[in-house]
């Protein structure tokens, strides 16, 4: 039983790592055992340094979200507050808890008769129990601020690494020696440094804030770090390293907007926010396709031609692609309406809800809808750009 075991996991282990899949033809694993320039080749073994890495990236979170971001936040006046507390009452937490917690017309006629309250207050009492569950916007405004650091100084780094990359300024050059291409110790901390950034978001989405795309941002973090993982493992490093460095350059102007939306500075929110949207269609509809895509797909060809896993290297680019036309549009949409109407719109998937209708209710009752729960209402939504690789 255990010799069937262990035959059956060689057999899978052989196919996980065939060459006839990773590797162009005529070339296989023992070509790597040199050592090479600087840390030699990329192989498989060196991911697992990334975990620990990663444990060490979250505490640096922590410790910079505590000592660093939150007196940030204070001093922007930010308060240390949640939202406002919905007025306690058995019968609507049973039915929150128990039922629904956006009840219909029906159910809001029959509550407000058992209640003698005005149905307009129940549907505000709701408003305030769904905000109460959410974070303050000192939370927010915490994890932004680390996500705006990382990305700006790892951006900061790609360019100076890639300045000096001869790849940089000819692409050809991803694919000269290929894929005999020695790791440079700078290429390789960038490299890992980005794996483990994202590994440390896979940890954090189970602390940070719940959203509505929570499964959608499990599912990017995933893709993004299989996207990583798999062009470290073939030696797809070079032209990696331009993806990454594309990706962020956008990155940290959307986090910057959403510092400036939860500091309550709109104009300065606005403007950011325009910004990265215009950086984010130009590098992601034009520089990715005519720059990115080009030389994985026809200099590489030209060079060193296709195997399998060349195809699906350049397949789950083109699907990259494919998103970044879907999130340009959504992202131009919201620009065009702060250019428009003078501020950012509010993004579907925002954490805290805010409504005009809940304006009207504070001048007609009181109690629980005399105080605002939108809390800093996040027009920007926490992760309207994460959704999307390498990038986030």
């Not at 569950?133 to 360019?159: A, H, Q």
Request: contains cysteine; charged residues 20%; hydrophobic residues 45%.
């Amino acid at each position: 039983m255990a010799t069937a075991a262990a035959g059956a996991l060689g057999l899978l282990w052989g196919w996980l790592w065939s060459e006839r899949f990773w590797l162009p033809q005529n070339v296989s694993w023992a070509n790597f055992e040199g050592q090479g320039d600087g840390y030699g080749y990329p192989r498989a073994r060196h991911i697992l340094s990334v975990f620990p890495l990663a444990a060490g990236v979250f505490s640096v979170r922590l410790l910079f979200e505590r000592f660093i971001a939150k007196p940030c936040a204070l001093h922007v006046g930010i308060q240390d507050s949640g939202p406002y507390q919905a007025q306690p009452n058995a019968i609507l937490e049973k039915v929150f808890m128990s039922i629904t917690k956006y009840p219909d017309e029906k159910r809001l006629e029959g509550l407000s008769k058992q209640l003698d309250w005005d149905v307009r207050k129940i549907q505000c009492w709701f408003r305030h129990r769904r905000n109460q569950d959410k974070p303050p916007t000192l939370t927010k405004f915490c994890e932004s601020m680390w996500r705006f650091t990382f990305y700006l100084c790892i951006f900061c780094y790609g360019i100076r690494f890639l300045w000096s990359s001869p790849w940089f300024w000819d692409t050809r050059q991803c694919w000269h020696s290929y894929p005999y291409q020695p790791l440079t110790s700078g290429l390789y901390y960038y490299y890992i440094m980005e794996l483990a950034f994202y590994w440390s978001l896979m940890f954090s989405q189970f602390t940070d804030i719940k959203r509505k795309d929570f499964l959608i941002m499990f599912l990017h973090h995933l893709a993004t770090i299989g996207l990583i993982t798999f062009s470290y493992i073939n030696n797809m490093v070079r032209v990696g390293t331009l993806v990454l460095c594309l990706h962020d350059v956008s990155d940290f102007l959307l986090e910057a907007a959403k510092l400036a939306n939860y500091a309550k500075y709109q104009r300065l929110c606005d403007t950011l926010f325009v910004i990265f949207s215009a950086v984010f269609v130009v590098t992601r509809l034009g520089i990715y396709p005519f720059w990115i895509l080009n030389t994985t797909l026809f200099e590489s060809w030209e060079i060193i031609g296709p195997y399998r896993s060349w195809w699906l290297f350049n397949g789950l680019l083109l699907v990259l692609q494919v998103l970044h036309v879907i999130w340009s549009y959504l992202i131009a949409r919201i620009a065009f309406k702060a250019l428009i109407r003078g501020k950012v719109s509010k993004d579907d998937r925002s954490d805290v809800e805010s409504s005009s209708e809940e304006e009207d209710i504070t001048t007609s009752t009181k109690g629980p809808c005399g105080h605002s729960s939108s809390n800093g209402a996040n027009r920007v939504n926490g992760h309207m750009g994460g959704s999307y690789w390498a990038e986030e």
